[in-house]
């Protein structure tokens, strides 16, 4: 089981690397800026951490070196060269591939509440890393959050999930 105690990466980022982006950046910078700092921060959340090239990509997708769709791609193609993963390399390659997937999903204008969109979200960020990805859970789940200082937090009940999402359509 992974241990952030443990974890060679912790305090590896003090501040937001893309800060100057979001404070200083042209309009475009200052989205990407925006978009990636949050898909890291997400990952945080679950105390995952990127890795190094990460970072590096994400820099020059914002200076406009290569686009976010590049990127993901260079992500992908990083870890696909890698044949041994520690476990801490797979939570890492983990962060890196669904960070880069968020700001993918951030970096479009095309985004709706629905459904579908969520499935489809949850497909387009878990694809080749979980077996479930796309799938409503039929499985209720509990996590300990670091963040809420070892609170659980409170997951919707699995039989409820299609139903909520219905509804939520509807709206």
């Known amino acids: 089981m992974y241990d952030i105690k ?29 978009a990636w700092s949050a898909a890291i921060g997400l990952q945080d959340v679950d105390g995952l951490r990127p890795s190094e ?27 696909e060269k890698k044949d041994e993963r520690t476990e801490i390399e797979s939570r890492t390659e983990e962060a890196d591939k669904v960070s880069a997937r968020i ?3 951030l970096s479009t204008d095309a985004f709706t509440f629905s459904p579908v969109q969520y499935i489809s979200i949850h497909k387009e960020l878990f694809k080749g890393i979980y077996s479930h990805a796309g799938k409503i859970r039929d499985y209720n789940i509990t996590k300990k959050e670091w ?18 999402l219905k509804k939520l359509h509807s709206l």
Do not use: M, R
């Open 103 to 105: 700001a993918q999903i």
């Open 6 to 34: 443990n974890d060679p990466f912790e305090n590896y980022i003090k501040e937001d690397p893309f800060k100057e982006y979001i404070k200083e950046g042209s309009p475009s910078q200052k989205e990407l800026g925006n």
């Open 147 to 164: 963040v809420l200082d070892g609170d659980t937090v409170s997951y919707g009940h699995a039989l409820d999930l299609k139903e909520t």
């Open 53 to 79: 090239y990460l970072y590096d990509t994400a820099k020059k997708n914002i200076d406009g070196e290569i686009t976010v769709d590049e990127a993901a791609d260079l992500i992908n193609t990083y870890y």
